[in-house]
DNA sequence: CCGATAATTGGCAGCGCTGTCATAAACAAC
DNA sequence: GTTGTTTATGACAGCGCTGCCAATTATCGG
């Protein structure tokens, strides 16, 4: 293994003065950083994680514990922030939760033992006062992705109003009048501001809001297939559906194979979060992608100091056949 | 923070014996072993991982390096790889290669800072010859899943063949006689044999092998469709097709819809994998569901030196409508 | 009861790096 | 030229733990 002694001597200088350059420090001439790098690369040197955690005060890792919401989610934030930490010489360490009960423990476990630099929190975590309050007490330093409590300030989010408001466009754009929603479960509060672009998108389109084609959803399958149920037994049913997620548009969906509709035909759906599944529906699923590996490079970047870049957060329109209709 | 020394004072001992305690060695008597554990549940005290690691030879983390085949397979093997080594003491440190031709790079980062005590690899990087022999040059212990690869000994894995067999069981139960299968890409090992428990469901039933219903596919939607369609417009077309995978399943259950048939009653469908995707498909589908899982957590524990669990590791029967006629 | 052996415990160096401080060299101001 | 100030570099302790070895105490056979 190669020390840091040894690219010491290969460069003619002394231990510190290669500590000073691997660690981007003033007060080194640039022809000896020069000779410093290049002996660092000859040797294919690289520094010892676990002893620059001892001596200094950096471990140069990021927590990232977890709960399962959707495995796609997990990984697209896991990548991104990955990825970002990676170029800055940091590693993310991940480490599943598998109880909401035991996350304070596992958390805890996870600061003592590896003394990350920094965390990165995702829902549910990232609104459970407790884990909030603990990693605070410990002075890390701490991003929460998409959720947000009551007094506990800002999460990174992307407003989801004016991608749902461009949705009910794309649909109005279509043709249709009567575009119904299915609600997101009220404590979901990133999701909340779906239904304000909902109600922009129609008054955009000259559309009267109908309090009769809005019903509420609980983000799962099942009451995506009630509320579609409900929809289209009316007297003058929606032509088109927007769910305010991909499951219950799937279910929606499902209620309208079941009843032998044609889709889009006779009713249009689309979704929102563009699950993986939602490409592989029979039509596939018009829908909206958030830009989650992008989110979690942002969460590293701001923890690793840099500013976000946040032009690359935004939301993507995917049309799709749900909402297409062919001869369109 | 409160290190072993906080600990040694307070049980009345010396640094070292805290050390063989928290280390599980022998010679230390039982009353001593007991003081020192409640002086270190009262403290809270947590080793500090970068010290064990420096002042010994063991790094208590597992590298877990991956390119993303699906986000639901990485996450399977970390949750259960994780969970077995937390209750371990030990953590993973999952890294993300984006392209493959980075990957011996990043894995020697990777090796070379956080000095791992072992390594899973899942396919594709464990079926990649110059990944597999710098993990092996660098002397540590190495488990790969499903990956086989000429010449590189064995890879964890279960075999596919009885499960491929059961399948065709229980199309034949459900009156199929003429079973078609989409084959797996020639090069995909592990799943050649999913072709042999075909082989052998057939016969087991007493249905003669007919080469004119068995094609080939790639593993993805588009090849799935393709084979549907050929099977499809024979002469006399299969009651049922089994893909030997979900995503050609879908494709099947795509172009089933395209033209109109009822699934199950006019052509029943059935995959292998059970992606997310397979639940919300209309008609859900029949598949199988590996124990991902378990298989993650079974490399874990081989590398920490336990026997795996193989019972664990079993295959399991995914049963819903697109083999299940609703009469039935 | 004695020496021999085994079990138990402690002392201390040192893992590879960074923080602190000392020192040397370069430069500026008068 | 002298003093003060800045810049560049090195010496060395020590982060928290384990490996090695020595010291001490218990155990045993005869």
Same mark, same amino acid.
């Given at each position: 293994?190669?020390?840091?002694?040894?690219?010491?001597?290969?460069?003619?200088?002394?231990m510190?003065t290669?500590?000073?350059?691997?660690?981007?420090?003033?007060h #080194?001439r640039?022809?000896v950083?020069?000779?410093?790098?290049?002996?660092?690369?000859?040797l294919?040197?690289?520094?010892n994680?676990?002893? $620059?955690?001892?001596?200094?005060?950096? @471990?140069f890792i990021?927590?990232? %514990?977890?709960?399962?919401?959707?495995?796609?989610?997990?990984?697209?934030i896991l990548?991104?922030?990955?990825r970002?930490?990676?170029?800055?010489?940091?590693?993310?360490?991940?480490e !599943?939760?598998? /109880?909401?009960?035991?996350?304070v423990?596992?958390i805890d476990?996870?600061? @003592?033992?590896?003394?990350?630099?920094?965390?990165? /929190?995702?829902? +549910?975590?990232?609104?459970?006062?407790?884990?909030i309050?603990?990693?605070?007490k410990?002075?890390? %330093?701490?991003v929460?992705?998409?959720g947000s409590?009551?007094g506990?300030?800002e999460?990174?989010?992307i407003?989801?109003?004016?991608?749902? $408001?461009?949705? #009910?466009?794309?649909?109005?754009?279509?043709?249709?009048?009567?575009?119904?929603?299915?609600?997101?479960?009220?404590?979901?509060?990133?999701?909340?501001s779906?239904?304000?672009?909902y109600?922009?998108?129609?008054? &955009?389109?000259?559309?009267?809001?109908?309090?009769?084609? #809005?019903v509420d959803g609980?983000?799962?399958v099942?009451?995506g297939?009630?509320?579609?149920?409900?929809?289209?037994d009316?007297p003058?049913?929606?032509?088109?559906?927007?769910a @305010?997620?991909d499951?219950?548009?799937?279910g &929606?969906?499902r209620?309208?194979h079941? $009843?032998k509709?044609?889709v889009?035909g006779?009713?249009?759906?689309a979704?929102?979060?563009?699950? !993986?599944?939602?490409a592989?529906?029979?039509p596939?699923?018009?829908?909206v992608?958030? !830009?989650?590996?992008?989110l979690?490079?942002? &969460? &590293? $970047?701001?923890?690793?100091?840099?500013? !976000?870049?946040?032009?690359?957060?935004?939301?993507? /329109?995917?049309?799709?056949?749900?909402t /297409?209709s +062919?001869?369109a």
């Amino acid at each position: 293994m190669v020390t840091i002694t040894d690219v010491a001597h290969r460069a003619g200088v002394s231990m510190k003065t290669v500590s000073r350059v691997l660690n981007n420090e003033a007060h #080194v001439r640039p022809a000896v950083r020069e000779k410093v790098q290049s002996a660092v690369a000859a040797l294919g040197y690289r520094p010892n994680l676990a002893a $620059r955690q001892l001596a200094g005060h950096k @471990s140069f890792i990021i927590g990232y %514990p977890f709960n399962n919401p959707s495995a796609a989610y997990v990984t697209d934030i896991l990548l991104g922030a990955a990825r970002a930490c990676r170029d800055r010489g940091y590693h993310l360490v991940s480490e !599943p939760v598998d /109880l909401l009960e035991n996350a304070v423990e596992i958390i805890d476990r996870l600061i @003592s033992t590896l003394r990350p630099d920094g965390m990165i /929190l995702i829902p +549910p975590l990232a609104e459970i006062p407790a884990v909030i309050d603990q990693i605070e007490k410990a002075g890390l %330093p701490l991003v929460r992705i998409a959720g947000s409590v009551e007094g506990y300030g800002e999460a990174l989010r992307i407003d989801d109003a004016d991608i749902a $408001r461009q949705m #009910v466009a794309h649909l109005a754009e279509q043709g249709h009048r009567r575009i119904a929603f299915i609600r997101p479960p009220a404590h979901h509060s990133q999701a909340a501001s779906r239904f304000d672009g909902y109600c922009a998108g129609l008054s &955009a389109a000259g559309i009267a809001f109908d309090p009769g084609i #809005v019903v509420d959803g609980a983000f799962d399958v099942e009451s995506g297939m009630a509320a579609a149920r409900t929809l289209l037994d009316l007297p003058e049913p929606p032509t088109a559906i927007f769910a @305010s997620n991909d499951q219950m548009a799937l279910g &929606a969906l499902r209620v309208a194979h079941q $009843r032998k509709l044609d889709v889009p035909g006779d009713v249009a759906i689309a979704g929102f979060d563009d699950l !993986p599944a939602s490409a592989f529906a029979w039509p596939p699923l018009t829908t909206v992608r958030q !830009p989650i590996e992008a989110l979690g490079a942002c &969460a &590293a $970047r701001i923890l690793l100091g840099e500013a !976000p870049d946040d032009a690359a957060l935004t939301h993507q /329109l995917i049309l799709r056949e749900s909402t /297409l209709s +062919p001869t369109a």
